[in-house]
């Protein structure tokens, strides 16, 4: 596939330089991507996905996804909560009784909290699924208590797998396929690489230890942890999931509300908080800014997927031999591309009902200001904290009642602001948590 680009010249050729520069420790071949809110604004190949045929990497090829599978089963498990089929807290062993842990829960195997083992004790040939999957389950390890640190559990999204398997009632493959795969138009996303063209798939090759030279790997299409590790796609298809991820599909299928639970920090990663861990994807954090995806870590393949939640750009990276240094690439990718494009098209001005347009204001307590304002559609609140700082970040309210509004995040979240009314009508002040603000 040629190179597509609707961003500038000088930018992508940066990024084409830092790629090339990659390429020279030992990588055979690297398909990139840039999207912004459903849209493909870079996307290019570089080297060969097969070196022997000397066929080139592109877009369009197709890699092995590794660890990203978890981000669909993350997915399929949410749907099945939405539904009402299981909750989060529910004991991993209600739904798959052969789990060893009566302490552990579904949310924990999510976000990599429960201390369980990283692999399934069992040889690398034998697939950890179904009976083998099963049969095993008992001589695991917890390594560490729930929550006591954050360890990444292939063998607990294998866990997952069996858990959607029972509780949809249908092969993990096929629900997955059905309620994911197909809803979001990812035609060449699938557990049966056999199904698609050789001549569209890149082989996969082993970087040798001690020279930037490759070694074809052999094994690099064998069967993998399904739930964990099976799926195969291309950058394309990553950047309609990364889109997906960030929020910019519409609801399709899952909710925005589900997809931002998602993507809260559920554990942190490192001391920095520069990683830390939602219900399945993976947070990195550059600056003030939260990205949200995962990478593939695998001996012949090997990248990242990443989008902002924030800006709506998103970027992937995927290289056909392992270890590929693609984080800081994507990242910065994601950073240039959102000084280059617009923000959402806008929209007429929605009015706000009477009971919002009268609470509109500023309000004082204790020297605090907090301003009540009407933004993009929705009653916000945010602290004005004088000169040199700025105003903090707006938080939504929503109406639960006559004059009552509910804090839907920051410090006062959960909270009811209560409107305070002088005999007359007016409003002078609301009520939140015993604090009293007054109007000014």
Same mark, same amino acid.
């Given at each position: 596939?040629?190179?597509?680009?609707?961003?500038?010249?000088?930018?992508?050729?940066?990024?084409?330089?830092?790629?090339?520069?990659?390429?020279?420790?030992?990588?055979?071949?690297?398909?990139?991507?840039?999207?912004?809110?459903?849209?493909?604004?870079?996307?290019?190949?570089?080297?060969?996905?097969?070196?022997?045929?000397?066929?080139?990497?592109?877009?369009?090829?197709?890699?092995?996804?590794?660890?990203?599978?978890?981000?669909?089963?993350?997915?399929?498990?949410?749907?099945?909560?939405?539904? *009402?089929?299981?909750? @989060?807290?529910? $004991? %991993?062993? &209600?739904?798959?009784? +052969?789990?060893?842990?009566?302490? =552990? #829960?579904? !949310?924990?195997?999510?976000?990599?909290?429960?201390?369980?083992?990283?692999?399934?004790?069992?040889?690398?040939?034998?697939?950890?699924?179904?009976?083998?999957?099963?049969?095993?389950?008992?001589?695991?390890?917890?390594?560490?208590?729930?929550?006591?640190?954050?360890?990444?559990?292939?063998? *607990?999204?294998?866990? @997952?797998?069996? $858990? %959607?398997? &029972?509780?949809?009632? +249908?092969?993990?493959?096929?629900? =997955? #396929?059905? !309620?994911?795969?197909?809803?979001?138009?990812?035609?060449?996303?699938?557990?049966?690489?056999?199904?698609?063209?050789?001549?569209?798939?890149?082989?996969?090759?082993?970087?040798?230890?001690?020279?930037?030279?490759?070694?074809?790997?052999?094994?690099?299409?064998?069967?993998?942890?399904?739930?964990?590790?099976?799926?195969?796609?291309?950058?394309?298809?990553?950047?309609?999931?990364?889109?997906?991820?960030?929020?910019?599909?519409?609801?399709?299928?899952?909710?925005?509300?589900?997809?931002?639970?998602?993507?809260?920090?559920?554990?942190?990663?490192?001391?920095?908080?520069?990683?830390?861990?939602?219900?399945?994807?993976?947070?990195?954090?550059?600056?003030?800014?939260?990205?949200?995806?995962?990478?593939?870590?695998?001996?012949?393949?090997?990248?990242?997927?990443?989008?902002?939640?924030?800006?709506?750009?998103?970027?992937?990276?995927?290289?056909?031999?392992?270890?590929?240094?693609?984080?800081?690439?994507?990242?910065?990718?994601?950073?240039?591309?959102?000084?280059?494009?617009?923000?959402?098209?806008?929209?007429?001005?929605?009015?706000?009902?009477?009971?919002?347009?009268?609470?509109?204001?500023?309000?004082?307590?204790?020297?605090?200001?907090?301003?009540?304002?009407?933004?993009?559609?929705?009653?916000?609140?945010?602290?004005?904290?004088?000169?040199?700082?700025?105003?903090?970040?707006?938080?939504?309210?929503?109406?639960?009642?006559?004059?009552?509004?509910?804090?839907?995040?920051?410090?006062?979240?959960?909270?009811?602001?209560?409107?305070?009314?002088?005999?007359?009508?007016?409003?002078?002040?609301?009520?939140?948590?015993?604090?009293?603000?007054?109007?000014?």
């Amino acid at each position: 596939m040629p190179s597509t680009s609707l961003l500038p010249e000088e930018l992508t050729s940066e990024w084409a330089g830092r790629i090339a520069a990659m390429m020279l420790e030992g990588f055979p071949g690297v398909a990139a991507a840039v999207h912004h809110r459903g849209r493909i604004l870079w996307a290019r190949g570089f080297g060969f996905s097969d070196l022997e045929t000397r066929r080139p990497m592109g877009p369009g090829t197709v890699v092995r996804l590794g660890g990203m599978t978890k981000l669909f089963t993350a997915a399929a498990v949410m749907l099945l909560r939405d539904a *009402g089929a299981l909750q @989060l807290d529910d $004991l %991993v062993a &209600r739904h798959v009784p +052969e789990f060893p842990s009566g302490i =552990v #829960t579904v !949310r924990q195997l999510l976000c990599h909290a429960s201390g369980l083992q990283r692999e399934a004790p069992l040889p690398r040939h034998v697939v950890p699924r179904g009976e083998a999957l099963r049969a095993v389950l008992p001589e695991v390890e917890f390594l560490f208590p729930p929550f006591a640190r954050w360890k990444y559990s292939s063998l *607990g999204y294998c866990v @997952l797998g069996e $858990l %959607v398997e &029972r509780v949809a009632g +249908e092969p993990y493959t096929d629900f =997955v #396929t059905s !309620r994911i795969i197909e809803p979001l138009g990812m035609d060449e996303v699938t557990f049966e690489p056999a199904a698609l063209p050789r001549i569209r798939m890149a082989r996969g090759y082993r970087r040798a230890v001690d020279r930037d030279s490759v070694t074809r790997d052999h094994q690099a299409w064998d069967e993998a942890a399904t739930a964990a590790g099976q799926l195969f796609g291309t950058a394309l298809d990553l950047c309609t999931f990364g889109s997906f991820l960030a929020g910019d599909r519409d609801g399709l299928v899952l909710r925005t509300e589900t997809l931002e639970e998602m993507r809260r920090p559920a554990m942190v990663v490192d001391q920095s908080w520069d990683h830390g861990q939602g219900l399945g994807p993976t947070l990195v954090r550059r600056g003030g800014a939260v990205l949200v995806g995962h990478a593939a870590v695998l001996p012949s393949f090997s990248g990242w997927m990443l989008a902002s939640p924030e800006t709506g750009v998103g970027a992937v990276l995927m290289a056909n031999a392992g270890d590929a240094p693609a984080l800081p690439v994507v990242a910065s990718m994601i950073e240039d591309a959102a000084r280059h494009v617009s923000g959402p098209t806008a929209i007429p001005a929605e009015v706000p009902a009477p009971a919002i347009e009268q609470v509109l204001g500023r309000y004082a307590s204790d020297g605090a200001t907090l301003v009540l304002a009407w933004r993009g559609g929705r009653l916000v609140a945010h602290h004005d904290r004088g000169a040199g700082l700025g105003p903090s970040a707006p938080v939504e309210l929503e109406s639960v009642g006559t004059d009552t509004f509910r804090f839907l995040d920051g410090s006062y979240c959960g909270e009811a602001m209560r409107v305070l009314r002088h005999p007359s009508g007016r409003i002078h002040g609301f009520e939140v948590c015993n604090r009293s603000y007054e109007r000014i």
